[in-house]
């Protein structure tokens, strides 16, 4: 008996205590943290995305799921982060300008912390000056770029621009990442990889890392 569907459930009615009951209790089952996270979380909000996108469900609603899936992730983040390796490499990540989403970019820092990198979190709504200056300051081996919206999207090549220009371009790699984009998108906007998933996004940091 697994509690997968029961936490799925709660998080698209936005339940967060339940959610957190029925995480914890995952855990104690013995279910390992990624399973818990993508036949319970993710599972539920999918399913808000889905309903969300056909009229069914509205912010107010959304908003409170995703509390809920934040409050899930809490649970599970130390046990995703665990095992303390050698760090890789050094990665800035952040949500493009005018975008508030963070769940998929909270999950990839957390699957990049897992796997041993030190993450630096800009955050959402970040500018194209606080990434650049972020880079200037703590000099990352990889930048990674989140962005949910068609509207935020052009803010990604704005920013490779301005890392270009500012001649910060082959000190950083750069991945980018969100529901709308694909890989063709960026390969056109000159970025070095893209991930549709964050177990793939610490596949591609590592791959970008020559590790
Ligand atoms: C939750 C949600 C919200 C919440 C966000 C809360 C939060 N703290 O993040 C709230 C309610 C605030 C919200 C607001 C809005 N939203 Co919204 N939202 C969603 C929803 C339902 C789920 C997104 C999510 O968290 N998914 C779960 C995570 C785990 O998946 P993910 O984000 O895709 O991330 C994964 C990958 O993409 C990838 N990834 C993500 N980032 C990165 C970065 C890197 C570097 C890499 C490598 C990989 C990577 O890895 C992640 C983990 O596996 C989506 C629907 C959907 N199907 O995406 C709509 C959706 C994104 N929203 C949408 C819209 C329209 C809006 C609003 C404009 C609505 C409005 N009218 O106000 C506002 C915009 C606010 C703003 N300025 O940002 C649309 C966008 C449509 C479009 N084509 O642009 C969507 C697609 C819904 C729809 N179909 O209509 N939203």
């Known amino acids: 008996m697994n509690n997968f569907s029961t936490i799925a459930n ?5 339940d967060q205590n339940t959610v957190v009951a029925q995480t914890k209790l995952a855990i104690e089952e013995g279910n390992t943290a990624l399973e818990i996270l993508e036949k319970g979380l993710m599972a539920g909000m999918d399913h808000v995305g889905k309903d969300f996108k ?4 509205f912010i107010p ?3 409170v799921a995703s509390r809920a899936m934040q409050a899930g992730m809490e649970l599970l983040k130390p046990l995703l982060v665990s095992q303390k390796i050698k760090s890789p490499g050094k990665v800035i990540l952040g949500t493009v300008k005018g975008d508030l ?3 998929g970019k909270n999950l990839v820092s957390i699957m990049l912390q897992g796997a041993g990198f030190e993450v630096i979190d800009l955050g959402v709504d970040v500018s194209k000056e606080t990434f ?11 930048l990674g770029l989140s962005s949910l919206l068609t509207t935020t999207m052009p803010q990604m090549p704005e920013i490779i621009d301005a890392i270009q220009q500012a001649g910060l371009r082959d000190q ?9 984009l694909n890989e063709k998108y960026a390969q056109t906007i000159g970025a070095d990889g893209y991930a549709q998933n964050s177990s793939i996004a610490v596949e591609k940091a590592k791959e970008l890392m020559s590790i």
């Open 61 to 63: 609603e959304v908003l």
């Open 101 to 103: 989403h963070d769940i």
């Open 172 to 180: 950083v790699k750069i991945m980018v990442g969100g529901a709308p």
């Open 132 to 142: 650049l200056d972020a880079i200037v300051t703590h000099k990352p081996d990889l």
């Open 10 to 14: 709660a998080i698209y009615d936005g």
């Open 54 to 57: 056909a009229g069914d469900l």
